[in-house]
């Protein structure tokens, strides 16, 4: 009977409930703002050893990768022309090996800045989309036939932009 009792009273102690008179409640607000925002990254177009006479053009691709902010209005993605303000790589010095980028595989349709920039279409993602990643977009290189280069290594830096 003792022990019955010890029981009941640690049973009581414990699945004690307090009891409430009132209650009151308030609205709690939780919220946030999703801004627009992209990051842009880039592959190099590396045209690899170039012939000055070989009989054919020298074609080389890179790509650009664009991740933004789903529901952005518009975008567009613009290549500059570097310091020099024309496509020409150097070696350095004063040589120079002049090229065009374009925004298409026949590479009619050159890639430039402002107005002459692309529309990456469907290029806004945002997580859980189908690629959160971003769009990966080919850049189209060409050095043409003939061009009178001498012998060296030839480069130039030039700026992917995303303007949203």
Same mark, same amino acid.
């Given at each position: 009977?003792?022990?019955?009792?010890?029981? +009941?009273?640690?049973?009581?102690?414990?699945?004690? /409930?307090?009891?409430?008179?009132?209650?009151?409640?308030?609205?709690?607000?939780?919220?946030?703002?999703?801004?627009?925002?992209?990051?842009?990254?880039?592959?190099?177009? *590396?045209?690899?050893?170039? *012939?000055?006479?070989?009989?054919?053009?020298? *074609?080389?691709?890179?790509?650009?990768?664009?991740?933004?902010?789903?529901?952005?209005?518009?975008?567009?993605?613009?290549?500059?022309?570097?310091?020099?303000?024309?496509? #020409?790589?150097?070696?350095?010095?004063? #040589?120079? +090996?002049?090229?065009?980028?374009?925004?298409?595989?026949?590479?009619?349709?050159?890639?430039?800045?402002?107005?002459?920039?692309?529309?990456?279409?469907? /290029?806004?993602?945002?997580?859980?989309?189908?690629?959160?990643?971003?769009?990966?977009?080919?850049?189209?290189?060409?050095?043409?036939?003939?061009?009178?280069?001498?012998?060296?290594?030839?480069?130039?830096?030039?700026?992917?932009?995303?303007?949203?």
């Amino acid at each position: 009977m003792k022990s019955t009792i010890k029981f +009941l009273a640690v049973v009581l102690v414990f699945s004690a /409930v307090p009891v409430f008179a009132q209650t009151e409640q308030a609205d709690l607000l939780v919220e946030a703002v999703v801004v627009a925002n992209c990051s842009i990254s880039t592959t190099g177009v *590396d045209f690899g050893n170039y *012939d000055p006479i070989a009989t054919v053009a020298d *074609d080389a691709t890179g790509t650009i990768t664009v991740a933004c902010t789903r529901g952005i209005p518009s975008l567009s993605l613009e290549i500059d022309n570097g310091v020099s303000g024309v496509r #020409e790589m150097t070696d350095g010095g004063t #040589e120079v +090996l002049p090229y065009q980028l374009y925004s298409d595989a026949g590479r009619t349709t050159v890639w430039g800045t402002g107005a002459a920039g692309i529309d990456p279409s469907n /290029v806004a993602y945002g997580p859980g989309a189908v690629n959160p990643a971003g769009k990966t977009i080919t850049v189209y290189g060409r050095i043409a036939v003939g061009q009178d280069a001498a012998v060296g290594n030839y480069s130039q830096l030039l700026q992917a932009i995303v303007n949203f």
